[in-house]
């Protein structure tokens, strides 16, 4: 059996993976409001689609996220 296949399996494993904690992070229950919009962990307002779709795990709103980056000195 050629390598390339092997390394190919490997790499749609560790996508699936990927995949799959990104949903995870996505639904956590503290983090989803009931009609299924994300909020912020700091201020709980609801994360913007626009940022969302930028950044599929985003735990903060862009002012929130903001201020962290700033706490970190970023
Ligand atoms: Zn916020």
Known sequence: ???ILDEAKELEIRHRQAALDNA???T???QQTLDGRIICIDCDSPIAHARLAAKPNAARCVH???IEEQKHGR
């Open 24 to 26: 995870l992070q996505r």
């Open 28 to 30: 956590e229950p503290e």
């Open 1 to 3: 059996m050629p390598d």
């Open 64 to 66: 929130c996220q903001l």
